[in-house]
């Protein structure tokens, strides 16, 4: 079967870096994404990775290494905002999104 | 980047009635949408994919006759709530995939539906 595993939440500091690891096993790969989506939205594009490395973009960086299974997303400077959740989904062969159950992260002041 | 709106985007209605909720692609054309259900505290779950023009494909569980899809439209997809129940409220999320923009890993999302049934 298909699974994408992520931590069920997670705290952090303001001002602190965190990193929100996914590990997955699907039907084929065409790429990993990571969503965030704040409480009553809808989820918003963070980033998409489809080769084995680090994407950078502003304070959000993400990770993967598809030999593995794994990718991580990075948050650095951590503000009171990045409070949500994080969702981690693969495209698999079907062009079809597996998504992960999300991270709830809780930023503390 | 690509927009997708849904209206309306809150909806109380009575139990036994329909709710049709839509989804458009507004500046670019959508060869398939997406329709997801989230409850309070879970992931998105997957109830259908409809490509335009062909009948949806619905995910195992997802009540065909209860939940009707017409993408009639490379802009247009509708989701209808037939006979609504108390636990069909959610919060219902659509997005579309344009193959033509030559984008197919991205999906856009819209700001999603909530339904509530008394």
């Known amino acids: 079967g298909q699974n994408i595993d992520q931590p069920t939440e997670m705290t952090a500091t303001e001002g602190a870096i965190v990193q929100i690891n996914c590990t997955y096993q699907?039907?084929?790969?065409?790429?990993l994404f990571w969503y965030q989506q704040h409480a009553g939205e809808a989820p918003t594009f963070l980033s998409y990775?489809?080769l084995d490395g680090l994407e950078e973009k502003g304070r959000f960086s993400s990770f993967l290494s598809r030999s593995k299974g794994y990718s991580y997303l990075l948050l650095k400077e951590l503000q009171m905002k990045d409070s949500a959740s994080y969702l981690c989904a693969v495209m698999d062969s079907n062009y079809q999104l597996i998504w992960g159950a999300g991270t709830k992260l809780i930023i503390k002041p | 980047g690509a927009v997708v709106s849904q209206h309306p985007s809150w909806v109380i209605c009575k139990s036994g009635t329909s709710v049709k909720i839509e989804c458009r692609s507004l500046?670019?054309?959508?060869?398939?949408m997406f329709w997801y259900r989230q409850f309070p505290k879970q992931s998105l779950m997957l109830m259908a994919t409809?490509?335009?023009?062909?009948?949806?494909?619905?995910e195992q569980g997802v009540e065909k006759d209860k939940f009707l899809i017409n993408h009639a439209s490379l802009t247009l997809s509708t989701l209808t709530v037939t006979s609504a129940h108390p636990e069909d409220s959610s919060f219902y999320i659509c997005s579309a995939r344009s193959i033509l923009a030559g984008e197919v890993y991205e999906q856009y999302f819209g700001p999603g539906t909530r339904l509530t049934v008394t």
């Open positions: 500046d670019f054309q959508a060869t398939t």
């Open positions: 699907t039907s084929g790969f065409n790429g």
């Open positions: 990775n489809v």
């Open positions: 409809s490509n335009e023009g062909s009948k949806a494909t619905y």
